[in-house]
């Protein structure tokens, strides 16, 4: 167990609350190798002890005080935030069936405990009447934003009003559901009779699709048969057909649920007193409007529209060369002439860097780049207990010399395994607050690896991926040390969530950083510059029609949300967004609608992605591409953006930081990087 890092009366409350035997630590549901009933009362500890804290704080008589009223909710909600981190590294990484199946309980349990706080009207009077007038700013700051996140739930409405809201959330609730549902069960093939029309496809494709005794072959819709045919079936006719089969998978079924999703959030917006969805959906978020998400469109596609028409014309005469029949390119053949046409003209084949990436030299290469930048060490906590055997542990410590102070820690849990969740991401583990206890944070990776005699040669994107979760790692333990966890770094507004990320991607385009561990895995020679520069400039092209992609899909998320439902025809809407914003010609049977996930998790707000991306690549455009990795920028950075956690509000993280509001010229400058300078 340890616990140095955590006051004393945090864990004699936990402990007081009733921790199970089997789980030895009150913050790491793992510690002890419990099984699931003590998981289960591990959780129950918590939310005891989130009860107990809501009640003290409304039993409070007299005036409320922020030490009466505010640090009991605070505590609370950093109960709930345990009882919630737990199960969720278990039902993602344990190796135990037994216990990922309990935690999937719990999470539910949680869940309902949690909404029965931010729910609580009680609760809501409580924190209004306290008193911040002499609190510090960054108590102001969090009483205002709880208020805030309070009313747009619709807690300070009367009884009636707070109860129809209940019944449509919970409505909503379950129509995402049976959306998400409806596209698990819709998987749909296609048959090939002849063997020929999977020309182009790689050999261990084809190994895995052998004919059955007919000589037919089958191609399901799911990822691992859908992609490579798309990329490199030379078939038009087969990669339509699968293009079609793939985008109507749960049509029309999903799409009769849309529209009555749509029709749900509208009536719940009026409820709460918007006008539309879409105003409900912004208003905690950056651009707080629609209007401004309209506004981050029109400018992205001011920026991205020459580039764009300029890669749509070099792509098509690419693919007049090889056909001269072709004079635009259909949507279902936009991968496989992309791919070609990046293998032309840069010569870059994916496979020929994975080499240079084999996985322990990339994690050691992150690590390195990132100590510099930040000023921090990644010391080995070699003792410390995990859930997994290959899951490696470092403690954060301040500065690039040994013996600083102790930041926080990391666990990187990095290649696939039964039972393990298929994605990678970060999470928090322990939730920091200041004299507290620290923050701990993980990443879950699905890379290469991993396996006795096996380097896990890495691809191009997945050691961009490595550094994206590794910016969100960074975000977590730099700025988890608030003094209320209800300020804590993940609070920050939505939209920005990508920026610390994304903009971590970008220090790996570079040579300096890229030359600290790209070494080849059997000669450990250097990266040469060549394949460097075809690397580079293959990776930048069609940055152009990617964002108008982007924009398409957050103008038709937008647009469906911004005004009256019954209005809505979401084959118009597709139809407009191709016109206006796609390179490609739209297929006329596709109903990516159906399957667009999104719609449910993001709703109106699919711009946040490009929103955070604008940011992200203005902030990199602060350092000095000639010392990125010790130039002053990166201390500011860490000082002025990830330092204050959610503390204050995400355009003041940025203003302090560039000292203006975001522009678009950094993100101008990146889509026209594969202009500016001749191919080597
Ligand atoms: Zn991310």
Not at 42 to 48: C, I, N, P, S, T
Not at 176 to 194: C, F
Request: no cysteine.
């Amino acid at each position: 167990m340890r616990m140095a890092e955590i006051v004393a009366g945090a864990v004699l409350a936990t402990s007081a609350a009733g921790v199970a035997q089997g789980t030895s630590d009150p913050l790491r549901v793992w510690v002890g190798n419990p099984d699931a009933a003590a998981v289960h009362a591990w959780v129950q500890g918590h939310l005891d002890e989130a009860a107990r804290l809501e009640a003290q704080l409304l039993a409070v008589k007299g005036p409320r005080t922020v030490e009466n009223t505010l640090a009991p909710f605070d505590e609370a909600t950093r109960a709930l935030d345990t009882a919630s981190s737990g199960p969720s590294l278990l039902n993602n990484a344990s190796p135990k069936k037994e216990l990922r199946d309990v935690a999937q309980i719990e999470i539910q349990r949680v869940g309902k405990a949690g909404d029965e706080l931010s729910l609580n009207r009680a609760v809501y009077e409580a924190l209004r009447a306290v008193d911040v007038s002499k609190a510090d700013a960054p108590t102001k700051f969090y009483m205002e934003k709880t208020l805030r996140e309070y009313r747009l739930a619709g807690v300070d409405k009367d009884e009636a009003t707070r109860n129809k809201v209940r019944d449509l959330q919970d409505k909503l609730t379950g129509l995402a559901l049976r959306y998400q549902r409806n596209i698990a069960e819709s998987v749909a093939h296609i048959e090939v009779k002849d063997v020929a029309e999977l020309e182009g496809l790689p050999a261990d494709y084809m190994h895995r699709h052998p004919a059955n005794a007919e000589g037919v072959i089958t191609i399901t819709t799911d990822e691992p048969d859908y992609r490579p045919v798309m990329t490199y079936a030379k078939s038009t006719a087969l990669r339509q057909r699968l293009f079609a089969a793939y985008n109507t998978r749960a049509y029309p079924v999903n799409k009769d649920l849309l529209l009555e999703v749509l029709g749900v959030r509208s009536e719940l917006a009026h409820l709460l007193g918007f006008a539309t969805w879409a105003e409900l959906a912004t208003a905690d978020k950056m651009v707080g409007t629609p209007a401004n998400v309209r506004v981050l469109i029109d400018e992205l596609d001011k920026a991205a529209r020459p580039a764009a028409a300029k890669e749509k014309a070099e792509l098509i005469a690419f693919a007049q060369s090889k056909d001269s029949s072709i004079t635009e390119i259909p949507e279902y053949s936009s991968s496989y002439w992309t791919e070609q046409y990046k293998r032309a003209t840069y010569g870059f084949d994916s496979q020929s860097v994975r080499s240079y990436f084999p996985f322990a030299q990339v994690q050691e290469g992150v690590l390195h780049a990132a100590s510099r930048i930040f000023h921090v060490s990644f010391v080995p906590a070699k003792d410390a207990e995990v859930w997994d055997p290959s899951v490696t542990v470092f403690d954060v410590t301040d500065g690039v010399a040994p013996g600083g102070k102790k930041l926080g820690r990391i666990y990187l849990d990095m290649h696939p395994r039964a039972g393990k969740n298929k994605w990678f991401n970060a999470s928090t583990v322990v939730t920091g607050k200041r004299d507290v206890a620290l923050p701990e944070a993980r990443l879950n990776g699905n890379f290469a690896g991993g396996e006795a005699g096996d380097p896990g040669l890495m691809q191009y994107a997945d050691v961009v991926t490595f550094f994206h979760e590794f910016g969100h790692m960074m975000h977590g333990v730099l700025g988890g040390h608030q003094e209320w966890v209800g300020i804590g770094p993940f609070s920050v507004e939505w939209d920005f969530v990508e920026a610390p990320s994304q903009m971590l991607e970008e220090f790996f385009a570079n040579r300096a950083v890229i030359d600290t561990f790209a070494k080849d895995a059997k000669t450990g020679a250097s990266m040469p510059k060549e394949l460097f520069d075809k690397m580079v400039k293959a990776d930048a092209f069609a940055r152009g029609i990617s964002i108008e992609r982007q924009l398409m899909l957050a103008n038709f998320s937008l647009t469906m949300h911004d005004r009256a439902p019954q209005t809505v025809d979401l084959d118009a809407l597709l139809h407009e967004g191709y016109v206006k914003y796609a390179a490609f010609t739209e297929a006329p049977e596709n109903r990516m609608y159906a399957t667009f996930t999104h719609l449910m998790g993001y709703s109106s707000n699919y711009y946040t992605y490009m929103q955070s991306k604008v940011i992200a690549l203005d902030f990199f455009a602060q350092f000095d591409e000639k010392n990125l990795l010790d130039g002053p920028a990166a201390m500011r950075y860490r000082k002025t953006v990830l330092e204050p956690g959610g503390s204050v509000s995400a355009n003041t993280l940025v203003k302090n930081f560039l000292g203006r509001p975001q522009s678009y010229d950094a993100v101008r400058k990146w889509i026209n990087e594969e202009f500016a300078a001749p191919v080597k």
